[in-house]
């Protein structure tokens, strides 16, 4: 028992210097004399922690291998192959976390991602206070939202939706009208400094129909299977072969524009099996170097262009597992909560993304090759 405690503690603390690494190092907007510095620090970080989740993966798959560790070994491939291809660790990083996770108590995984997600929030403003940080502001037909230190003001709320919803998963148990509450106040909160609307609407919706979430309902949960089907095939299609002119007649511009953005890059770079090198381009950047605009906000897309077909695939075998353990332990919440950041995905990068996304962290239910509950016993 003490070995395994031994080698859990690895895994925690590679979890803790990367969520610190990921967020607060080397996404926050410094100061330009300080903005070098900490980014060295940061990728250093995230290069410690991979240091010692390797040591831990041979140490732990040394002493027995099954096949859902043959399955991940080949996903952390493809991931690390992308990653070399297109020079973005993001999904590679997120990869080696979740196959690591396999035999790491859930529960205890997310206490630890979600006190580290907290401190972060607190270190944000913190930092924000001290002036070492620049809050960006943005101003949109709809409102004006601050960054209060974060690259933008949607990331900043992409970081409260997670930290939230994350804090309703662990509290589960408590008085529903107290969670729909926070909820619902959050949001209002969420928009008052963002004004981010996605974030802000599917906060609010779920704080609505939690009531919904607390009932064995099975057509709830076939809704839902069909609900993540038909997000990932109809982002596909709208990027493929839809009506871009019938896209922009759905009322909404901001959301049409996501898949003109991906039609466009998928036009001009095609499918990749290990993705394709494209060259992000921002407006702000465009300004400066009269560069052609190339954005991608699409999560689900820019996973499929970008990191390419294979760590699509990935992802896709990692949502399915997610959502099978879930179903056999009828937890709905987790579901909803799952289909909520898959919408977000179609409107933001943070689909794919760790310290954005803490279900990616659940992916592994079919790896261990037993129940979570049981997982969790195994390690209390």
Same mark, same amino acid.
């Given at each position: 028992?003490?070995?395994?405690?031994?080698?859990?503690?690895?895994?925690?603390?590679?979890?803790?210097?990367?969520?610190?690494?990921?967020?607060?190092?080397?996404?926050?907007?410094?100061?330009?004399?300080?903005?070098?510095?900490?980014?060295?620090?940061?990728?250093?970080?995230?290069?410690?922690?991979?240091?010692?989740?390797?040591?831990?993966?041979?140490?732990?798959?040394?002493?027995?291998?099954?096949?859902?560790?043959?399955?991940?070994?080949?996903?952390?491939?493809?991931?690390?192959?992308?990653?070399?291809?297109?020079?973005?660790?993001?999904?590679?990083?997120?990869?080696?976390?979740?196959?690591?996770?396999?035999?790491?108590?859930?529960?205890?995984?997310?206490?630890?991602?979600?006190?580290?997600?907290?401190?972060?929030?607190?270190?944000? %403003?913190? #930092? +924000?206070? &001290?002036? =070492? /940080?620049?809050?960006?502001? *943005?101003?949109? !037909?709809?409102?004006?939202? @601050?960054?209060?230190?974060?690259?933008?003001?949607?990331? %900043?709320? #992409? +970081?409260? &939706?997670? =930290? /939230?919803?994350?804090?309703? *998963?662990?509290? !589960?148990?408590?008085?529903? @009208?107290?969670?729909?509450?926070?909820?619902?106040?959050?949001?209002? #909160?969420?928009?008052?400094?963002?004004?981010?609307?996605?974030?802000?609407?599917?906060?609010?919706?779920?704080?609505?129909?939690?009531?919904?979430?607390?009932?064995?309902?099975?057509? #709830?949960?076939?809704?839902?299977?069909?609900?993540?089907?038909?997000?990932?095939?109809?982002?596909?299609?709208?990027?493929?072969?839809?009506?871009?002119?019938?896209?922009?007649?759905?009322?909404?511009?901001?959301?049409?524009?996501?898949?003109?953005?991906?039609?466009?890059?998928?036009?001009?770079?095609?499918?990749?099996?290990?993705?394709?090198?494209?060259?992000?381009?921002?407006?702000?950047?465009?300004?400066?170097?009269?560069?052609?605009?190339?954005?991608?906000?699409?999560?689900?897309?820019?996973?499929?262009?970008?990191?390419?077909?294979?760590?699509?695939?990935?992802?896709?075998?990692?949502?399915?597992?997610?959502?099978?353990?879930?179903?056999?332990?009828?937890?709905?919440?987790?579901?909803?909560?799952?289909?909520?950041?898959?919408?977000?995905?179609?409107?933001?990068?943070?689909?794919?993304?760790?310290?954005?996304?803490?279900?990616?962290?659940?992916?592994?239910?079919?790896?261990?090759?037993?129940?979570?509950?049981?997982?969790?016993?195994?390690?209390?």
């Amino acid at each position: 028992m003490i070995t395994k405690i031994r080698k859990e503690s690895l895994y925690y603390i590679a979890l803790t210097i990367y969520m610190w690494s990921a967020t607060i190092f080397t996404t926050l907007n410094w100061k330009p004399s300080l903005q070098r510095a900490f980014i060295i620090f940061g990728q250093y970080g995230k290069r410690v922690s991979i240091t010692i989740l390797l040591i831990y993966l041979v140490w732990e798959f040394s002493r027995k291998f099954v096949l859902w560790d043959v399955v991940g070994l080949f996903a952390m491939i493809a991931a690390f192959i992308s990653y070399r291809t297109v020079y973005d660790d993001t999904f590679f990083m997120a990869t080696v976390f979740v196959v690591c996770g396999m035999r790491i108590s859930k529960r205890k995984a997310l206490k630890c991602y979600y006190k580290n997600l907290f401190f972060c929030m607190i270190a944000i %403003l913190i #930092l +924000l206070f &001290l002036g =070492l /940080t620049q809050n960006k502001i *943005y101003n949109f !037909s709809y409102g004006t939202g @601050y960054s209060l230190g974060t690259g933008h003001s949607n990331n %900043l709320a #992409l +970081l409260i &939706l997670n =930290l /939230t919803l994350l804090w309703v *998963y662990l509290n !589960s148990e408590k008085n529903k @009208y107290t969670i729909a509450a926070i909820c619902i106040v959050v949001s209002a #909160l969420m928009w008052k400094i963002t004004v981010s609307r996605t974030s802000t609407i599917l906060l609010a919706t779920f704080g609505i129909v939690y009531f919904m979430l607390k009932t064995n309902n099975k057509f #709830l949960l076939h809704l839902l299977r069909v609900l993540i089907l038909g997000i990932i095939c109809g982002a596909i299609y709208f990027m493929i072969g839809g009506n871009t002119e019938s896209i922009l007649n759905i009322g909404d511009h901001n959301f049409a524009v996501r898949f003109l953005q991906a039609k466009n890059i998928y036009d001009r770079y095609g499918l990749s099996l290990w993705g394709n090198n494209i060259k992000f381009v921002s407006m702000a950047e465009a300004a400066i170097t009269k560069e052609a605009v190339v954005i991608l906000d699409n999560g689900l897309l820019r996973l499929l262009l970008f990191h390419g077909c294979a760590c699509f695939g990935v992802f896709i075998l990692g949502l399915v597992s997610l959502e099978a353990s879930a179903s056999r332990r009828k937890d709905y919440l987790l579901i909803v909560i799952s289909v909520i950041f898959l919408i977000t995905g179609l409107m933001e990068k943070s689909v794919y993304t760790l310290q954005m996304n803490f279900t990616l962290l659940l992916m592994t239910g079919l790896g261990t090759g037993i129940s979570q509950d049981e997982t969790d016993k195994l390690y209390d």
